[in-house]
């Protein structure tokens, strides 16, 4: 089993800045592949960004692209997401996600492990 826990999350306006972690622990190794998701009320759950932990490979929603920026610790066995010129559509409860397999899967129904989420809230 692997746990995921996450943090980082808040109240922030709009145009401001965030980073979320994700810390791993359990049987990390059998992971490829860790992501994030989101989940606004009322609506299903969306990808936003995932990366490789062997290889770093990145793989973005294209409402994050160029805003958001995925990254890895190793040492840590933590995955960052951070989280720039935020917008109220951002607004939602964010998922850390990981993988045994190896794509960088835009689908929920891929990922074998998940974090209890952690809220962000941009204000207009």
């Known amino acids: 089993q692997v746990q995921l826990v996450e943090s980082g999350g808040g109240l922030v306006q709009d145009g401001g800045s965030l980073r979320l972690s994700c810390a791993a622990s359990g049987r990390t190794s059998s992971t490829n592949v860790r992501g994030w998701f989101r989940q606004a009320p009322g609506k299903e759950r969306q990808f936003v960004a995932a990366?490789?932990?062997?290889?770093?490979?990145?793989r973005y929603a294209d409402s994050v692209k160029g805003r958001f920026a995925i990254s890895r610790d190793n040492a840590k066995n933590t995955v960052y997401l951070q989280m720039n010129s935020l917008k109220p559509e951002d607004t939602a409860v964010y998922y850390c996600?990981?993988?045994?397999?190896?794509?960088?899967?835009?689908?929920?129904?891929?990922?074998?492990?998940w974090g209890q989420g952690t809220q962000v809230t941009v204000s207009s």
């Open positions: 990366i490789s932990w062997a290889t770093s490979n990145t």
């Open positions: 996600a990981a993988t045994t397999r190896v794509v960088l899967s835009a689908l929920d129904s891929m990922y074998n492990y």
